[in-house]
């Protein structure tokens, strides 16, 4: 399955909203659980990846409710909706419900 | 707390070998599924390898089947990612994760550098 995220690169303002699109080549729903197995991460500059969604729109831990995750079947968005400053870095699709596991190729976020 | 510490990343040459090794911490070991995660310099982030929690159960990527090994020691709560036949695109930062309903938890990484 590839994942493709748009776009490469998101320049964003403090305070403002900001979207991530991310699509796959088959649909990451599973029929018999009625899950879909989109996961989104964050790798801030330095450090190593970090939970922000799973299975689709679940939020992690400790993550603030600014992140939204929405999407279905095969076209899957990444909401922020209202930047701040600490969420700079490069964002990851990943679908899970398949081997090979495969990620997008990634989102960087930086403040204009 | 959850704990991953990876260790055994270093300079290696082309089609020799290098273990690395994940020591897990914080949770029931025995009860999770292992991953292998790797990211070439400045590139994204590529899934490498799986264990299923009792060790029986492997899956690779096409880019390392047949080359590395995942094994897992559950009495000493560890993972290992025996790497053969090195090759310069195996370069990067290999990090160890916790399966899981979405990966929450990752280790800090140890860098695999293939070099001539």
């Known amino acids: 399955i590839v994942m493709t995220q748009t776009p490469l690169s998101l320049p964003v303002t403090p305070g403002e909203p900001a979207s991530i699109s991310c699509r796959s080549t088959?649909?990451?729903?599973?029929?018999?659980?009625?899950?879909?197995?989109l996961d989104w991460y964050l790798q801030k500059p330095g450090q190593s990846p970090q939970l922000l969604i799973h299975?689709?729109?679940h939020r992690a831990s400790g993550v603030p409710d600014r992140f939204s995750g929405s999407g279905s079947g095969t076209d899957f968005t990444l909401k922020i909706s209202r930047v701040e400053a600490e969420d700079v870095g490069v964002y990851y699709c990943?679908?899970?419900?398949?081997?090979?596991?495969?990620f997008g190729g990634g989102t960087k976020v930086e403040i204009k | 707390q959850v704990q991953l510490v990876e260790s055994g990343g270093g300079v290696v040459q082309p089609g020799r070998s290098l273990r690395l090794s994940c020591a897990a911490s914080?949770?029931?070991?025995?009860?999770?599924?292992m991953h292998w995660v790797r990211q070439a310099p400045g590139k994204g982030l590529e899934w490498v390898a799986v264990?299923?929690?009792?060790?029986?159960?492997?899956d690779y990527a096409d880019s390392v089947k047949g080359r590395f090994t995942i094994s897992r020691d559950n009495s000493n709560d560890t993972i290992f990612l025996q790497m053969n036949s090195l090759k310069l695109e195996d370069t990067g930062v290999y990090y160890c994760?916790?399966?899981?309903?979405?990966?929450?938890?990752w280790g800090q990484g140890t860098l695999v550098a293939v070099s001539s």
């Open positions: 994760v916790r399966g899981s309903s979405g990966w929450e938890y």
């Open positions: 914080g949770f029931v070991f025995s009860r999770y599924v």
């Open positions: 264990i299923s929690y009792d060790g029986y159960n492997e």
């Open positions: 088959q649909s990451l729903l599973d029929s018999d659980d009625g899950n879909t197995y």
């Open positions: 299975t689709l729109l």
């Open positions: 990943m679908q899970r419900i398949d081997f090979p596991l495969t």
